[in-house]
């Protein structure tokens, strides 16, 4: 129990030590929110009197404790552009990148896992030094080239070629604009968000791979399965139950690890493929100075990736009982 405790408190200072850099950092970057909201005709006490109705003639620290209080009252404060609460700016663009950063977490982990598996298990070494180089060169990719290339392919090469209409797929938004709003469905949806996940999803696979190629070829080692291929064990059942098990701690790891990426790239792949989710929307936020929103936004982002961390400590000490305090 007190590991846990432990665990759960210094993921607790971790998200306030996020919270407070970003406050700090953010208020200290150029640019007035007051300006840009009162445009270049405003007087000077115009944006007096609007400084201080939205509680920015404060000094800082004082900012930073009212701020702080209503965050561990659950309120975030409201838009300084939009007039609407924090929250209400979360809660619109938060399905739109949990559906898009779920999806390329599965695929990630799942083709990671099983292209690493089919590495160590089945290929031969010729073979497997070509798909680790590619998955080396997959994994340093830059998103954006990424993004830009998937988008030439699959999109203006398509139609270059005269490739037939449901091999071009689309390159902006959540749905078809020309279709009415009751059509096109879960279809019209799958089809858009095939390129931003794979956008997000190619390095994660080739990561997953080269870290579950490792361990399945670390595990193949150990005497338990020396001792069980000497014995004759069938091949199928020595690799599901004696080789890929005992992997199943560090591909917890390494799936926590994905979390990171995935947020720090869906930023930028909703901004390119035009989803309106948190990313595209903490972008406009920190072009508009909106301090309350992107404040908000940070916290949620951060909260993510320290609460994957805390779970993945978790599930390792469940899954390897040598972690266990004695």
């Known amino acids: 129990m007190r590991p846990v405790l432990a665990r759960v408190t210094d993921a607790l200072v971790l998200l306030w030590l996020v919270a407070t850099l970003t406050f700090v ?4 970057a150029p640019g007035d929110p007051v300006l ?11 944006l007096a009197q609007r400084r ?4 920015l003639d404060a000094p800082l620290a004082a900012q930073y ?8 009252q659950g309120e975030l404060g409201e838009s300084l552009a939009r007039a609407i609460p924090v929250r209400r700016v979360i809660a619109e663009a938060l399905p739109v990148s949990l559906l898009l950063g779920g999806a390329s977490l599965v695929v990630s982990l799942v083709g990671g896992v099983l292209v690493g598996s089919w590495q160590a298990l089945r290929l031969s070494p010729r073979a497997d030094r070509w798909v680790t180089t590619l998955a080396t060169v997959a994994q340093a ?3 954006f080239w990424l993004a830009l290339a998937l988008v030439v392919v699959f999109t203006s090469g398509m139609a270059t070629l005269g490739a037939p209409p449901w ?10 604009p020309a279709l009415p709003p009751e059509a096109g469905g879960v279809g019209d949806l799958v ?18 791979a080269r870290y579950a190629r490792q361990a399945v070829r670390e595990a193949q080692g150990l005497p338990h399965v020396l001792v069980a291929r000497a014995r004759g064990v069938p091949r199928r059942l020595l690799d599901a139950r004696h080789i890929l098990r005992p992997g199943a701690a560090s591909l917890v790891v390494l799936a926590g690890l994905l979390l990171p990426g995935v947020i720090a790239g869906s930023v930028f792949v909703e901004q390119v493929f035009a989803w309106p989710g948190m990313g595209r929307a903490m972008l406009a936020a920190i072009a508009a100075r909106d301090y309350p929103v992107v404040q908000g936004m940070a916290l949620v982002y951060a909260g993510a990736v320290v609460a994957s961390t805390l779970v993945t400590d978790l599930l390792l000490v469940l899954l390897d009982p040598r972690r266990r305090a004695p």
């Open 25 to 28: 950092l953010l208020h200290l």
């Open 52 to 55: 201080a109705a939205l509680g």
């Open 141 to 143: 990719v830059p998103g």
């Open 191 to 208: 089809r858009h968000a095939i390129l931003p996940v794979l956008t997000l999803a190619v390095p994660g696979v080739a990561g997953m």
């Open 65 to 72: 404790a009212r701020w702080l209080a209503g965050v561990l």
């Open 167 to 176: 091999l071009r797929l689309p390159a902006f938004g959540m749905r078809d």
């Open 36 to 46: 840009l909201l009162g445009g270049p005709a405003a007087s000077a006490a115009e």
